[in-house]
């Protein structure tokens, strides 16, 4: 009888065991995933604070979506914004900020051709044909909760930093990415 009670106790503890490796597992993979598996996505290293937040950016963001890029999962953002001080947009590494009470995410943006902006700054002497931004994210690489969007622009040579906040935001939910639509109030 005793062994018997043994054998049942044992067991029972290897049931134990695997549980708690699993659980374990289910809490380290995605640290895992982030740090060794995901290779597009990621935010920049950004050791400095952030400046103050200027108004001299003019940026909207247009959409954004799921998609698949080289077998990962990632959101894709386009939208566009220039630097009102600038003489022109190639001279700057230009980065989508997300901020949160607890983080900044600085994402580095590629420059695509937008036409309809040029059109739509006219009194603007610099080029605007390449003030379009796509930028790509892996949801993994946020924390859960509701991000302030900023632009941040820093000179290739003099590496003078601009950053502005925007009245836009984004939602990071366990499954989505997701824009918060802004109420514009009707005076």
Do not use: C
């Not at 009888?1 to 695997?18: D, N, P, Q």
């Not at 983080?103 to 309809?116: E, K, S």
């Not at 820093?154 to 935001?169: C, L, Y």
Request: net charge negative; hydrophobic share 40%.
């Amino acid at each position: 009888m005793e062994k018997r009670y043994l054998i049942i106790k044992r067991s029972t503890w290897v049931h134990i065991g695997l549980f708690a490796i699993m659980v374990g597992y289910m809490f380290i993979s995605p640290v895992i995933e982030v740090k060794y598996f995901l290779k597009q996505g990621k935010p920049v290293e950004w050791h400095e604070p952030l400046p103050e937040s200027s108004d001299l950016i003019r940026s909207a963001v247009d959409v954004i979506k799921p998609v698949s890029r080289d077998g990962e999962s990632l959101y894709r953002i386009n939208g566009w914004s220039f630097l009102t001080t600038a003489t022109d947009l190639a001279d700057y590494d230009i980065y989508f900020v997300l901020r949160s009470e607890r983080n900044d995410y600085l994402y580095a943006t590629t420059a695509v051709g937008r036409r309809d902006i040029q059109k739509a700054f006219p009194d603007v002497t610099m080029n605007l044909k390449t003030s379009g931004f796509v930028v790509y994210i892996a949801k993994e690489t946020l924390a859960l909760g509701e991000y302030e969007i900023g632009f941040l622009y820093r000179h290739k040579i003099s590496e003078e930093v601009v950053f502005q906040a925007t009245d836009g935001r984004m939602l990071r939910t366990p499954n989505t990415l997701q824009l918060i639509e802004t109420k514009v109030d009707d005076e």
